[in-house]
């Protein structure tokens, strides 16, 4: 265990649901991220937080929207998805300095189907 | 841009074999870093070796050693003495030196390794 978890591992939803991705660490880092891995594909950073405040956006479309209400907590909420959004949602999580500054650890992820 | 390159997308190896992944990168930067990640079956990607680029002495972690030529932006792994463990996605990635906690990760494609018995 990285100390990163992720609820729910699996999510089955229709393109008209709303549902949100939790993400849980528990390593005291300040730093946050939100990957999108889908198969055949590099994984794509979709949005990073720095002690609460988001820094990156990676053009990501508005039916992501994440929330960070605090540095161990990471949220993205979905709403009106298409099929091609399934993927595997990967969590990462970071340590502001340190030896292990610039290493990320990775949540189990999301498996998200959208039908 | 920065991008990251790997050609195998999958491999094969015997068991207590040693096997090499290839990854390439493309950068105009000079001070940065590179890192091998493994995501097995279970999906949880654990980082394996990372490398800085000032340093010339290329990174080893137990059965883990890389070939890091930053010459010709070539960042491979060798993994000896290959485990039925390893069995997983390899995946290679190039991190900016920005400092700060917000450094942006990018990745290859990947290459999935099986070990056989």
């Known amino acids: 265990e990285t100390g990163v978890t992720q609820t729910p591992r699996h999510l089955v939803m229709g393109m008209t649901n709303k549902k949100s991705l939790k993400c849980e660490q528990h390593?005291?880092?300040?730093?946050m991220y939100w990957y999108k891995q889908s198969a055949k594909k590099p994984l794509e950073l979709m949005f990073v937080?720095?002690?609460?405040?988001?820094?990156e956006n990676n053009s990501v479309p508005s039916r992501f929207s994440p929330e960070c209400p605090n540095s161990s907590h990471l949220f993205l909420h979905l709403h009106t998805l298409q099929p091609e959004d399934s993927a595997l949602y990967l969590c990462?999580?970071?340590?502001?300095?340190?030896?292990?500054?610039?290493?990320?650890?990775f949540g189990p992820g999301t498996r998200l189907t959208v039908l | 841009a920065q991008t990251v390159t790997q050609s195998q997308p999958e491999m094969s190896v015997q068991e207590a074999e040693t096997v090499t992944l290839s990854c390439t990168y493309d950068t105009s930067e000079s001070n940065y870093y590179l890192f091998w990640y493994k995501q097995p079956p279970s999906r949880q990607m654990i980082l394996v070796i990372r490398q800085e680029a000032y340093k010339q002495q290329n990174a080893t972690e137990n059965r883990f050693s890389v070939n890091f030529q930053k010459a010709a932006k070539s960042f491979s792994l060798k993994i000896s003495d290959s485990q039925l463990g390893d069995t997983a996605m390899y995946f290679c990635?190039?991190?900016?030196?920005?400092?700060?906690?917000?450094?942006?990760?990018?990745f290859g494609t990947g290459t999935l390794l099986a070990v056989q018995p």
């Open positions: 937080y720095n002690f609460k405040e988001q820094t």
């Open positions: 990462a999580s970071s340590p502001q300095s340190g030896f292990r500054y610039n290493e990320q650890f």
């Open positions: 390593l005291g880092h300040n730093a």
């Open positions: 990635a190039f991190m900016k030196h920005e400092g700060g906690a917000t450094n942006k990760l990018i």
